[in-house]
Structures are given as structure tokens and as C-alpha cells.
């Protein structure tokens, strides 16, 4: 399974961002998927992650303004970011679990996308 995560970029605060998550060689229908970021100097931490049947799951940093979802038809999941604000400056990353829960840990994962650079000036 190969995931390839995109839509990064640099946006003011107050603006928004949607990224992409695109799986190849499996699907995301029947597993959890998350978002996860790692800032410069700190330890990479989850954002948000979509169960198998739909549950949604955010960091309380970014809950009212982070919509994960997914979209069967095209094998994909998708991370919206709304009000963006400097401090959610990092890398993302998408990644994907071979079993049906939510998982905050990250080892928990077992497939990851490369990485999308997002960068909110203030």
C-alpha cells in the first residue's frame, strides 16, 4: 500500500487548506486512516483519524476547525483546516492502519504517506 499525501502550501492565518490523502495498492474503506504533523523540534502527534465506520477522532487543538473525512469512490481521505493559525505550521502526514479503530499512536500505524509541508504565516 502506497499513500501519497498532497495540498500543503503556505496560507496566511485565518485561511484554509485542504489536503489529500491518495492510497494505491489498498483502500481506506475498510480501515482507520489519520493525520498526523510534526513541527520543527517536536515529536510528531496526531491531528485527526477516521475509523472504518466513519467516527471522526480530533486533537483538541484543532477540533471546531479540522474536518477529516473520506471518499470511498476515490480511495482517498481528505484533511480540510479551517482558521489555520501559525502554530499549526508542520509537516502532515497521512497514514493508514491495517486494523478498523482509531488510534492515537502513531506506531499503531503501519502504512505513511510522504509528507505535505503546511506553513501559516501570521
Known amino acids: 500500500v502506497q499513500l501519497q499525501a498532497s495540498g500543503g502550501g503556505l496560507v496566511q492565518a485565518g485561511g484554509s487548506l485542504r489536503l489529500s490523502c491518495a492510497a494505491s495498492?489498498?483502500?481506506?474503506?475498510?480501515?482507520?486512516t489519520g493525520w498526523f504533523r510534526q513541527a520543527p523540534g517536536k515529536e510528531r502527534e496526531v491531528v485527526a483519524g477516521?475509523?472504518?465506520?466513519?467516527?471522526?477522532y480530533y486533537a483538541d487543538s484543532v477540533k471546531g476547525r479540522f474536518t477529516i473525512f473520506r471518499d470511498n469512490g476515490e480511495n482517498s481521505v481528505y484533511l480540510q483546516m479551517n482558521s489555520l493559525k501559525p502554530g499549526d505550521t508542520a509537516v502532515y502526514y497521512c497514514?493508514?492502519?491495517?486494523?478498523?479503530?482509531?488510534?492515537?499512536?502513531?506506531?499503531?500505524?503501519?502504512?505513511w504517506g510522504q509528507g505535505t509541508q503546511v506553513t501559516v504565516s501570521s
Open positions: 497514514a493508514r492502519r491495517t486494523g478498523i479503530y482509531y488510534s492515537w499512536k502513531s506506531e499503531d500505524y503501519d502504512y
Open positions: 495498492g489498498g483502500t481506506f474503506s475498510r480501515y482507520a
Open positions: 477516521i475509523d472504518r465506520s466513519g467516527l471522526t
